[in-house]
Antibody, heavy 118, light 109 residues
């Protein structure tokens, strides 16, 4: 049974760095073809793809946000971490992690709402 | 900046058929874009429906199908049910990165 769960602060201040953790079970990021991706959704708006890390530790980022994002993994803990620097109120969103396998984002976490406000 | 475009909203009658489309600002959508489709209901996480143009997940109802149509990715719902009312998003692959469409709000009326 595949599950993913996002965790992190609910509130961050402008200019701070956000660190989010995706803890997963039911699969291993040591397995060829397995990847974990991050996606966000501002309130009332569309989904936005952010980043992906694969089993081989290759990393891919959204073109528009790549200078602010870092994705990493800890396979021993079954975790993927996303950091986003220089947070702004427009970054207020629900942040999701999802498993990617066979060119599909098949399983998703429930998401965590992050509000950026002073 | 690559833009993926979907119809903002569509309305369909129960039992009817509707096709949602997904276009790329870079040109025709092909299988190499690995089109994915997701359904999202209010307050819920997205649910995967279709991947790699037309492949269904084990949980995808048979009335949902994916294809390429006129240079776009397409999601067709046949025999629409009231519970299909939701927001639908497509996702396309661009050389290492992925881009979501703006979503289509499907109303069943």
């Amino acid at each position: 049974q595949v599950t993913l769960r996002e965790s992190g602060p609910a509130l961050v201040k402008p200019t701070q760095t956000l660190t989010l953790t995706c803890t997963f079970s039911g699969f291993s990021l040591n397995t060829g073809g397995m990847c974990v991706s991050w996606v966000r959704q501002p309130p009332g708006k569309a989904l936005e793809w952010l980043a992906l890390i694969d089993w081989d530790d290759d990393k891919y980022y959204s073109t528009s946000l790549k200078t602010r994002l870092t994705i990493s993994k800890d396979t021993s803990k079954n975790q993927v971490v996303l950091t986003m620097t220089n947070m702004d109120p427009v970054d207020t969103a629900t942040y999701y992690c999802a498993r990617r396998v066979s060119e599909s984002l098949d399983y998703w976490g429930q998401g965590t709402l992050v509000t950026v406000s002073s | 900046q690559t833009v993926v475009t979907q119809e903002p909203s569509l309305t369909v009658s129960p039992g009817g058929t509707v096709t949602l489309t997904c276009a790329s600002s870079t040109g025709a959508v092909t299988s190499g874009y690995y089109p994915n489709w997701f359904q999202q209901k209010p307050g819920q996480a997205p649910r995967a429906l279709i991947y790699s143009t037309s492949n269904k997940h084990s949980w995808t109802p048979a009335r949902f199908s994916g294809s390429l149509l006129g240079g776009k990715a397409a999601l067709t719902l046949s025999g629409v049910q009231p519970e299909d009312e939701a927001e639908y998003y497509c996702l396309l692959y661009y050389d290492g990165a992925w881009v979501f469409g703006g979503g289509t709000k499907l109303t069943v009326l």
